[in-house]
């Protein structure tokens, strides 16, 4: 009975070895740096390239505002003429009559849309800029939590291959009779278990890369490999920045409050615009009457306009005013939201900064040679099952917590960069 316990776990291993062979560094594996991941972003990234056409369109509402109102021509033609008894008769003894006329904005409503259909442009450039800064934290930070992800495999792979060695050794211990079979399957289900782990970091590496693709718009898809140069997490650990200061630089760089800037701008020159359009319209222009009732081949000036006795635009002036007044308000709600988001980022470099400091983030190299160590002595039988277990359960654990605090230490610092709207922390 034990001895099919134990191929049952044995075959379970294979199947899951299977699983998992070849997975972790592809035959099409492709290092990539952060800084060319930016790159192939801002080159080939689909949401950006469809907003460059908005504001290449708010460009072409600008040359649109600037033109004038074309004239307009009448002409007038008699059908009969019940003396004559001629029928559209065009020579000198038929009615004909011409009248051209121009319209003109008396109030400057044109020149006022122009100015807007500028800040309206201001502000397509802004959404630009501001869609760009979410992109390049949301790649940063993919970039950063896949790197680690991949370290983290890269020590699993290791020692998975070094513990198989070692179940393999105590499965023919086994078979002679030396070693009891409990600790076989104890070796065998912590094998399993490393499997799994590595299972799941692998499913959200592969979640990262589709995402990274779908960012960069990346056809190829290769099985990229993330580099980070020598001592990249150790950067900027003592560098620290005064609160204010952080907070007048992202008031003066967030693509989002300069957002709300324009708009409360906008919203101010559509309240000027709709007061304009309260005057009416001035249509001046000639006419042309060839039998006119006056005179033979009347020439005389047209002027008109509308009378504002009962519309005068009162309510699109109103609404106007409301849209302003209620952008003051989403603009000081912004300025307050960025402070909120700045203090908080900027606590949570501080406090992983602290925290990595303290912190002994440098033992990587000796939990590696002493785990060789390790293996050895448990095959020579020098130390017990439970002793090897927990010493790997300890190792595994202090990788992965030093992998965890690295990359949320990026993360934050990323995030400082993101909230102030600039790269405070720059990473060469």
Not at 81 to 96: I, L, R
Not at 249 to 259: G, H, K, L, P, W
Not at 390 to 399: A, G, H, L, S, V
Request: glycine share 4%; net charge neutral; charged share 20%.
């Amino acid at each position: 009975m034990k001895r099919k316990i134990i191929l049952c776990v044995h075959v379970f291993i294979a199947c899951t070895t299977a699983l998992f062979a070849g997975s972790l560094t592809p035959a099409d594996t492709v290092e990539l740096s952060v800084t060319e991941a930016e790159n192939n972003f801002i080159k080939r990234n689909l949401l950006l390239l469809a907003t460059n056409y908005d504001i290449e369109s708010s460009k072409a509402q600008i040359i649109q505002a600037k033109l004038w109102p074309n004239p307009t021509v009448e002409l007038q033609q008699g059908i009969y003429d019940p003396n004559t008894k001629k029928v559209f008769d065009a020579s000198g003894t038929g009615q004909s009559s011409v009248e051209v006329s121009q319209l003109i904005n008396i109030a400057g409503a044109r020149n006022k849309n122009v100015t807007l259909q500028k800040i309206n442009s201001e502000l397509a450039e802004a959404q630009l800029y501001d869609l760009l800064r979410t992109l390049k934290f949301e790649l940063r930070s993919t970039a950063y939590d896949l790197y680690y992800k991949q370290q983290s495999l890269k020590m699993y792979e290791t020692q998975i291959t070094s513990l198989k060695q070692t179940v393999a050794l105590y499965e023919a211990q086994y078979q002679r009779g030396n070693v009891p079979s409990r600790e076989v399957i104890r070796l065998q289900a912590f094998l399993i278990s490393l499997e799994n782990e590595k299972y799941s970091i692998m499913r959200s590496v592969h979640e990262h890369l589709q995402y990274l693709y779908i960012l960069t718009a990346d056809t190829i898809r290769p099985y990229y490999k993330i580099v980070l140069p020598e001592g990249y997490a150790e950067s900027f650990a003592n560098e620290t920045y005064a609160v204010d200061s952080l907070f007048e630089t992202a008031m003066e760089n967030r693509s989002d409050v300069r957002i709300k800037q324009l708009e409360v701008n906008q919203t101010r020159q559509m309240h000027v615009l709709e007061k304009a359009n309260a005057y009416p319209g001035l249509h001046v222009g000639g006419i042309w009457d060839r039998q006119s009732n006056y005179i033979r081949n009347y020439t005389g000036v047209v002027v008109g306009f509308d009378l504002p006795v009962f519309n005068r635009n009162q309510g699109n002036i109103k609404i106007a005013q409301n849209n302003y007044e209620k952008s003051l308000v989403n603009l000081q709600y912004a300025e307050q939201n960025v402070m909120s988001e700045v203090l908080t980022a900027y606590r949570q470099v501080s406090d992983y900064n602290t925290l990595y400091r303290n912190k002994d983030n440098n033992l990587i190299e000796e939990f590696d040679k002493m785990i060789v160590g390790f293996i050895v002595n448990y095959q020579k039988r020098n130390i017990t099952l439970i002793e090897f277990i927990d010493f790997y359960e300890t190792y595994k654990n202090y990788i992965n917590s030093v992998y965890e605090l690295r990359g949320n230490r990026l993360q934050a610092i990323e995030y400082l960069n993101f909230t102030t709207g600039v790269d405070v922390y720059e990473f060469k």
